[in-house]
């Protein structure tokens, strides 16, 4: 096993970093506060390509590995979780389904406008009932006498919804008997576009976290689309979905270690530079052992992110190594960014100090695309099968 | 090739630049630096004068020391262009063979020098702060005591952003040039009535590729400030009390020719906008100078401030942090204290140019 | 239009600057970064290909490391990239650098050669017109804009700085510009674009490679300046604070240090 980077990948790094503290940092704090979409950072990434890093270039994208994705979502959640989402949404659950298990026209279609970044992406599988539990999914596809379908219900919680132009939702459209003779839903993937007529926005939420990206209800009344839109065959929707969520799970756990240590970096920094009892945090041996283990951590959630990366560059199913990154980093992240207030002392529990913002962002991602509970029950069921 | 007959070369020379028929501030500068390098050479003082219509400034140029004025004065050196401007430098240079040769390092003489120094085959130490005549190397090496040049010109200029200071000599090639940052050296004592030899020369000029054409010149373009990239930060605090007491911080900057700029509590009281604010959640600056007026000194504002070079704070309060950083501190009211200084600084200034 | 722009790696001065415990500078721990008057000069070289179409070569002159900042420019956009890089070249002043450099671009085909105004080691802004004095060719440097490139009368019109005005210039190409930084914001390299930099060849040269050049001016023994003697400043202590002094003293002061640095 071979644990460094090459010269390739530790520019790429470099880029990412540079980018990401030039231009993501200045606006953290304030969109954060306002919670305004940063469509100005989304326009710069476009331009330097981070939208399309690992859409081949036959589809106009930068033909990355998914490491490199990973490494571009690491160091722009280190400065604000929220940019990293963006990306994360468009790319893992948008793009990459579509450059999976879409037709060679789908793909021709829309993955030079998403690679990019002229259009934006989202995903569309959570319902009010449906969340860890897919077979609560209620909106419903329905073909229609000339072969189109007819979609209704709606989607809760979706990351770039109202922003994004290109969105892959999940319908029922049937229901089979599973193995034990219980009747089960059975789903399919469809691309919709905003502007669809019957495809509108409900609620926007207010987060606890994350609060620059734009999360939104999507509502289909009667939106008709003709079976081009399908993504795959007709019912094979959750598999799809799951397929997805595996990739997705690797960029959110990306998203979940540049919060970690971002938060590290932001702590190490204040340690020695604040005075307590007439010394610094950093010659207090508890601050010194805190520190020893976030960046242990850090250090381990890392390995397992790149290890899952490199699980998706290079074998068809990687929901383990997804789901055990996914899992490590979120709680990593939970328990550093709160150390990191903790170190801070009043002062991290002010907004005006990143730490603050980071610990809220961090909350998320033991939530979204699947719960650390759900991670477990992957793992676990993989182990158990 | 190291250039043959090196003891040919004799007198200090200067590049007395002009702009607009006006001596630059700088020329008078090297003509009085050039005359202690002279006299520690036992030669003379020569200035350069090149431009059109300009024969008038070398009176200007004997009465602040220069011993000789060398004029070329021809229509086409209307408006500084790099091209005839060298000819006529390097002409001069091949003519009269000085030993030394200072230019100024402004926008003007860092474009000249380079060429010149190229097209004459010697080196050029550019914005120099220090010159000196001395041995070179600075200690005989034991064994070749007779080797050691004596009475080279031993240039010394700050370099990694002024993190580094080397002295540098051109032991082996004729003239010893250097670019010299302008306001580092002082002018002499102006005689009026002091006369200059003065030499009228002219190599020649004729147009070819190199000649560039002037299609318009635009005076005075003065930018928006940026506090990043302001050699002097004239920096207030919560200290001052209200967004109109910054006027005598105003009056400071203009004064010293610096630019205000403020801390977090200044932006969040709303006295000064937020692209004025230095500090973490600011901007991180580097000036030369950074005045700390009425600054408690937060952590948060020293991480965007402690690089600078000289840091000056003026605070009621002595236990303020910031005189933790400052290389200077001064306990006091700094309402008393800053108007004062600002009319101290006039008064040094117009000292100054009238000298 | 085939361009030739010049870069240096430099260590990063600006990030901050790493001393030893000693007070002297630690090189070695500094981000090596592309000089950042270079890096304007190749953004205005990348507009003029997206502009006119043009050829852009990058050539540098430096260590075997010094291939990082070429890469970098090729992820940019830049086509082709030079290292010259021999232990004859090494301890150059800014003649023997140019010497060098010049030879390198006489095996080049160019009608614009860009560099930076100065390095952020360096600060001395002499390499670029030494180059052109070398090559016979017209300059300008302190360039703030390209205003228009005419490819019939083959010229160049650019706005050159000056300390309080700037002229409109036109100058016959080939010819050398020197660009500050505002010429140009530097785009970011994109990800695909370091890849395919990382799959490409960098032409590497030496000193044979150079074009009339003699051995005499290259390296340390052909450079005309050499180091009496060179010390890195030793970062300040603590300062001190004046406590019982009256205002017109405290002025006195400042003022008193203000001028010993020539502040005033």
Not at chain 1, 48 to 61: L, Q, V
Not at chain 1, 213 to 224: G, I, M, Q, R
Not at chain 2, 158 to 176: E, H, K, L, S, V
Not at chain 2, 206 to 235: F, G
Request: hydrophobic share 40%.
């Amino acid at each position: 096993m071979d644990f460094t980077l090459d010269k390739k990948h530790l520019m790429a790094r470099q880029l990412f970093k540079d980018f990401a503290e030039k231009e993501v940092k200045p606006l953290a704090q304030e969109i954060d506060e306002t919670e305004r979409f940063p469509r100005e950072t989304v326009e710069k990434m476009a331009k330097a390509g981070f939208m399309g890093i690992s859409i081949p270039k036959e589809y106009g994208g930068q033909g990355c590995d998914p490491l490199t994705y990973v490494m571009c979502i690491e160091e722009l959640a280190k400065q604000c979780g929220t940019t990293a989402v963006i990306v994360s949404a468009h790319s893992s659950l948008c793009a990459d389904p579509i450059l999976t298990f879409g037709t060679e026209e789908q793909k021709q279609k829309y993955l030079p406008d998403l690679a990019a970044g002229r259009k934006l992406g989202a995903f569309g599988l959570t319902e009010p009932g449906a969340g860890t539990d897919a077979q609560g999914v209620q909106t419903k596809a329905v073909k229609d006498e000339d072969g189109n379908w007819v979609i209704n219900g709606s989607k809760i919680f979706i990351t770039n919804g109202k922003e994004a132009d290109v969105y892959v939702i999940f319908a029922q459209t049937g229901t089979k008997l599973d193995k034990k003779g219980r009747t089960q839903k059975t789903f399919t993937a469809f691309i919709l576009e905003k502007g669809m007529p019957g495809f509108t926005f409900g609620t926007k939420e207010n987060k606890m976290g994350i609060r620059a990206s734009a999360t939104y209800e999507l509502v289909f009344n009667d939106v008709k689309v003709s079976d081009a839109q399908r993504l795959g065959a007709e019912g094979k929707g959750f598999p799809i979905a799951m397929h997805t969520l595996d990739g997705g799970r690797i960029g959110i756990a990306a998203q979940a270690l540049g919060l970690a240590e971002g938060a590290l970096d932001r702590t190490v920094a204040y340690v020695k530079e604040r005075k307590q009892f007439g010394r610094a945090l950093a010659q207090f041996q508890n601050t010194q052992f805190q520190l020893a283990d976030m960046a242990t951590k850090c250090q381990a959630a890392q390995y397992l992110v790149y290890a899952a990366a490199n699980a998706k560059a290079t074998k068809d199913r990687y929901s383990v190594e997804a789901a055990m990154a996914k899992l490590c980093a979120a709680e990593v992240a939970m328990e550093v960014t709160t150390k990191a207030v903790q170190l801070h002392g009043g002062y991290g529990y002010m907004k005006e100090y990143d730490v603050e913002r980071m610990m809220r962002d961090a909350k998320i991602t033991e939530i979204y695309e699947g719960t650390s509970e759900v991670q477990r029950m992957v793992i676990s069921g993989a182990m158990l099968k | 090739m190291a250039t043959a007959n090196k003891e040919q070369y004799k007198g200090v020379f200067i590049f007395a630049q002009q702009v607009d028929g006006e001596l630059s501030g700088i020329a008078l500068e090297l003509v009085g630096k050039g005359k202690e390098l002279a006299a520690d050479l036992d030669t003379q003082v020569t200035a350069v004068l090149i431009g059109s219509g300009i024969r008038g400034l070398a009176d200007e140029l004997g009465e602040y020391g220069a011993d000789r004025v060398i004029v070329v004065d021809d229509p086409e050196l209307k408006d500084y262009r790099t091209e005839p401007y060298a000819h006529a430098l390097a002409s001069v240079i091949n003519e009269y063979k000085p030993d030394v040769m200072l230019v100024g390092a402004t926008a003007i003489g860092r474009d000249l020098g380079p060429c010149v120094a190229a097209r004459v085959h010697t080196g050029l130490t550019a914005d120099c702060t220090s010159l000196a005549i001395g041995d070179f190397p600075l200690n005989p090496i034991p064994g070749q005591e007779d080797k050691q040049l004596h009475k080279q010109l031993l240039m010394t200029r700050p370099a990694f952003g002024g993190n580094t200071i080397a002295t540098i000599a051109c032991p082996d090639f004729r003239p010893q040039m250097a670019t010299v940052r302008p306001g580092v050296m002082q002018k002499g004592e102006r005689v009026p009535g002091r006369k200059a030899e003065v030499i009228d020369y002219n190599p020649g000029f004729t147009p070819d590729n190199r000649y560039t054409e002037i299609l318009e010149i635009v005076k005075n373009t003065k930018k928006v400030a940026d506090i990043m990239d302001a050699k002097i930060l004239v920096s207030g605090g919560r200290g001052l009390g209200s967004a109109e007491n910054f006027a005598i911080l105003d009056d400071l900057a203009a004064a010293i020719g610096g630019t205000v700029s403020c801390s977090r509590a200044v932006v969040d009281a709303g006295w000064k906008p937020k692209d004025l604010q230095v500090g973490q959640t600011g901007k991180t600056v580097r000036p030369q100078v950074y005045f700390a007026i009425g600054i408690s000194g937060a952590i948060q504002h020293l991480a965007g401030m402690e690089e600078s070079d000289m840091i000056i704070a003026i605070n009621k309060d002595e236990s303020a942090p910031i005189f933790t950083v400052a290389d200077y501190g001064v306990v006091g009211d700094l309402f008393k204290i800053v108007p004062k200084l600002t009319e101290k600084i006039k008064e040094v200034k117009a000292a100054a140019a009238q000298n | 239009m085939k361009i030739v722009v010049c870069v240096k790696q430099v260590p990063d001065t600006k990030g901050g600057v790493v001393f030893n415990p000693d007070g002297t500078l630690n090189r070695a721990a500094m981000l090596a970064i592309m000089n950042p008057d270079d890096k304007a000069g190749l953004e205005a070289a990348l507009e003029l290909k997206d502009k006119y179409g043009a050829e852009v070569t990058v050539l540098t002159m430096g260590l075997p490391k010094a291939d990082e900042v070429l890469r970098e420019a090729m992820a940019m956009g830049a086509d082709h990239g030079v290292l010259v890089t021999d232990r004859v070249l090494g301890g150059a002043d800014t003649w023997a650098t140019s010497q060098t450099i010049a030879g390198a671009i006489r095996n080049l085909d160019y009608d614009l050669i860009i560099t930076g105004r100065q390095a952020i080691d360096g600060d001395t802004a002499q390499v670029g017109p030494e180059v052109a004095e070398h090559l016979h060719l017209p300059m300008v440097t302190y360039v703030q804009k390209i205003v228009d490139y005419d490819e019939a009368a083959k010229t160049i019109t650019v706005e050159r700085q000056f300390d309080d005005r700037y002229m409109v210039v036109k100058a016959n190409l080939p010819c050398v510009l020197t660009a500050l930084g505002e010429l140009a914001e530097p785009r970011y390299m994109t990800p695909g674009g370091i890849f395919d930099a990382y799959d490409k060849e960098v032409t590497v040269w030496g000193r044979k490679d150079l074009k009339d050049v003699l051995d005499s001016d290259l390296g340390k023994v052909g450079s005309p300046t050499q180091i009496a003697k060179a010390s890195d400043k030793v970062r300040k202590g603590a300062g001190e604070v004046k406590k019982d002094l009256s205002p017109a003293e405290a002025v006195d002061y400042i003022v008193e240090k203000l001028q010993a640095k020539h502040i005033i």
